[in-house]
């Protein structure tokens, strides 16, 4: 008995060192990855796991390369997207003009995360809250491409998503980019900094109706940080708007959203403090 228990436990632990376990993923947004992406998540089985993908890159020396990672901001584990460029980017949207994911989704869906994460897809608003929650400080990143592949990008530095009971309130700190601001500056008035979400069916917006089920052409605005109601949304899936930057007269074809930790925050490590013992 002793020993069959011994067997098993060394054919478990077999199982796990090849990864072949190590997947159901216990992830809490699995839904986010098809059966067959599960068997490509690029750190299945490691024992550490990273809290985010720049803890990721760092903990490589700089080596880890983009794909589908496991990660735990929080308690919760979950995969994630990670764009290593810059020290390690973890995406939190994706969306190509006329996405064939559907961005017009409910409280729940915006919550734990829709789409493929290989593809359009929304993190989820309980996760971006605990990515930005901490500990330390982290900034929020902006990539618009156009129609003539022409990039923009933007960072709002520092970025924090409040919890559920918060409606999921957006702060952002300082712009820089060579895209406009759209979130805490526009010409027409409509702030997206403070705002709390909005869905089809939870209204914390500024008007008198409710932006996320106002259609353009036929398809509705999406989930969105709104006020009354946008000088950017990023969820609407036939027109990207980002001011002047994407818009109906200017098309842009994907957009990224990304959050890494702060670089006004630096961690101090032990081992970075020896030198000064000298
Ligand atoms: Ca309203």
């Known amino acids: ?40 998540i690029l750190n299945l089985g490691h ?6 993908c720049h803890d990721l890159w760092e903990s490589s020396g700089a080596q880890a390369r983009d794909g589908v990672y496991l990660i735990k901001p929080a308690d919760t584990l979950i995969v994630a997207y990670c764009a290593m460029q810059e020290g390690g980017w973890t995406v939190i949207q994706h969306i190509t003009v006329n996405s064939s994911v559907d961005f017009d989704r409910s409280w729940e869906e915006y919550k734990l995360g829709f789409g493929s994460l290989t593809d359009n897809h929304w993190l989820g608003n309980d996760y971006i809250h605990q990515l930005t929650s ?3 400080r982290y900034k929020l990143g902006i990539k618009l491409v156009d129609k ?74 999406g989930g969105w940080w709104y006020d009354a109601c946008a000088g950017a949304n990023l ?19 994907y957009t990224w ?7 006004m925050v ?11 013992e000298l």
């Open 47 to 52: 024992k550490e796991i990273p809290r985010d």
């Open 134 to 136: 901490g500990p330390g």
């Open 266 to 276: 630096k961690v101090i490590r032990p081992a970075d403090c020896q030198r000064d």
């Open 235 to 253: 969820n609407r899936r036939n027109v990207i708007y980002w001011q002047k930057d994407c818009n109906k007269e200017h098309l842009c074809k």
């Open 148 to 221: 003539d592949a022409k990039t923009k990008t933007g960072e709002y530095d520092p970025v924090l998503v409040e919890d559920e009971n918060a409606q999921y309130r957006l702060r952002l700190g300082l712009y820089q980019g060579t895209a406009v601001d759209a979130l805490t500056m526009d010409p027409e008035n409509y702030l997206h900094d403070n705002q709390r979400f909005t869905t089809k069916d939870r209204d914390n917006d500024n008007y008198f109706q409710n932006c996320a089920k106002l259609e353009f052409q036929g398809v509705a605005g």
């Open 1 to 40: 008995m002793k020993q069959l228990g011994g067997r098993m436990l060394a054919f478990l632990s077999l199982l796990i060192s090849t990864g072949a376990l190590a997947v159901q993923p216990h992830a809490k947004n699995i839904h986010l990855l098809s059966p067959e992406e599960q068997k490509f």
């Open 257 to 263: 959203m990304m959050v890494k930790p702060s670089d």
